[in-house]
């Protein structure tokens, strides 16, 4: 007797039209992972999937597809009792009433039935505990960084202290903030600077190059108060100490007669970049970017206050890619400079038509331009209004250069103050002193500054309080 048996349920035939669809697409997501790692894209990862769950995935569905092409009742055997079929009958049998019988049930009514499900919730739920647990590290990393991004809006965070953008999983080690020592004076200004590094939280390593006479390096005491002050730079703001010979040149201008000290910047090849800063200045915001620009011998701003008649590069601020090649060319112009030629002049002497040129504003605000001098060769136009206060948020780095009126270190009598300081004006029926009142704000911090830094012994702070590693 042959039986033949049809399937009570819906057909199988879109059903596996929609099977090989998904593998189609899986096949493909798979070879856009593939293009991805051949080409080495950075990014995310497609829909939190690893590339080797792409592939179990593939496979489970290829072992669905072969089990319904090659009738392997054996995979469905556990399944089978769910499923009832009616008796067809063939040319030899034509008797209704035979028994019903059950055999292999289609893929489609497999799918349908309550085991099928109950069993794929299972898998489906294996599947979900895998990928949680597999990318758990990356979620918590999108998560964490979202909640610090909201923090600081919530927060209203100073820009001082913010990483600057693109600082993620730099090396801040191969980088240095590098000041340099010639005297008492210049050596308080100096560990004033690295207090404001801290503050600002910069991550580049910090060095100070001092006279080899003032204290050694290794030393636990200092005895006297420079070496106290090099000392507390040390343990209070984590600064590398390098002892060096003062490069001094005879010459009738005492001020600038060690000026070229700062020039050793270029020698300080254990670093890949150094930023040398003039220690008479004050840090207003971070920054640690300068040291991600294009690679470059020195990087400078224009001195805008000598525009245009002399088109020159300032000093004031130099990102240096140190080198014996570039120390060498350094040496030799010092060695045959002129009786007026400094720091400044040597410099654009070698780089003035090579150097990459820092934008000035920000990065090199003279204390004058507030008090209103060359206002318009800072502002770079004629159309700006000028505003002291946006002026002042926007800058990073503070010169003082107020001559006649001396370094704010150095006293200066009332009247000369009085003399130079910005003019109050009238707007609206209204004095407005802004100007004024930033201008004198610039000499009353720095001292108040100096003083506690520098002769308040409560200012030592454990090393590397509050730096970001």
Not at 70 to 86: D, E, F, G, H, I
Not at 311 to 320: A, C, D, F, K
Request: aromatic share 10%.
């Amino acid at each position: 007797m042959h039986v033949a048996y049809h399937p009570i349920g819906r057909p199988d035939r879109p059903l596996r039209k929609h099977i090989h669809t998904v593998i189609t697409y899986m096949l493909g997501v798979d070879a856009l992972y593939q293009t991805r790692a051949d080409r080495k894209c950075d990014g995310p990862r497609l829909l939190f999937f690893s590339r080797p769950l792409f592939r179990l995935l593939l496979l489970l569905l290829a072992v669905v597809v072969v089990a319904r092409s090659a009738n392997l009742s054996m995979a469905l055997q556990l399944l089978r009792s769910q499923w009832s079929y009616s008796q067809v009958p063939g040319d030899d049998v034509a008797s209704p009433g035979l028994p019903s019988a059950k055999t292999r049930p289609s893929l489609s009514e497999v799918i349908y039935s309550k085991r099928f499900r109950w069993v794929a919730s299972a898998i489906v739920g294996l599947l979900f505990l895998v990928l949680v647990f597999h990318n758990s590290d990356q979620i918590s990393a999108i998560r964490s960084s979202s909640s610090t991004a909201s923090s600081h809006q919530d927060h209203g965070e100073s820009s001082q202290i913010k990483s600057p953008p693109g600082q993620h999983d730099v090396d801040w080690s191969r980088f240095a903030y590098v000041q340099y020592v010639t005297d008492s004076h210049y050596l308080c200004n100096s560990v004033m600077f690295f207090e404001r590094l801290e503050h600002v939280q910069s991550k580049a390593d910090r060095v100070l190059m001092y006279p080899s006479t003032m204290v050694d390096p290794q030393a636990t005491e200092g005895g006297r108060p420079d070496a106290d002050l090099v000392l507390r730079a040390r343990d209070a703001y984590g600064v590398k100490l390098v002892p060096i010979t003062v490069q001094h040149r005879q010459s009738a201008d005492p001020t600038w007669a060690d000026s070229f000290t700062k020039l050793l910047a270029f020698n300080q090849t254990q670093y890949e970049r150094v930023l040398s800063i003039d220690s008479d200045s004050t840090l207003l915001q971070n920054v640690d970017e300068l040291f991600l620009l294009p690679p470059t011998p020195v990087a400078m701003p224009r001195a805008y206050w000598l525009y245009p008649e002399k088109e020159i590069l300032s000093s004031q601020i130099m990102l240096v890619t140190p080198s014996a090649a570039e120390f060498a060319r350094i040496k030799a112009k010092i060695d045959s400079a002129g009786e007026n030629d400094y720091d400044m002049e040597i410099v654009n002497t070698l780089y003035r038509d090579s150097a990459l040129v820092l934008p000035h504003r920000p990065y090199d605000l003279l204390t004058r331009t507030v008090a209103g001098d060359h206002i318009k060769e800072y502002l770079g136009n004629d159309h700006e209004a000028f505003d002291p206060v946006a002026v002042y948020n926007e800058a990073k780095l503070l010169h003082f250069s107020d001559w006649p009126v001396h370094k704010p270190w150095l006293y200066s009598p009332p009247e000369l103050m009085q003399a130079h300081q910005p003019k109050c004006i009238v707007k609206d029926d209204v004095e407005d002193c802004t100007a004024r009142d930033l201008w004198l704000g610039f000499y009353t911090d720095f001292r108040a500054r100096r003083k506690r830094v520098c002769e308040d012994p409560a200012a030592l702070r454990p090393r590397g309080a509050g730096r970001r590693s």
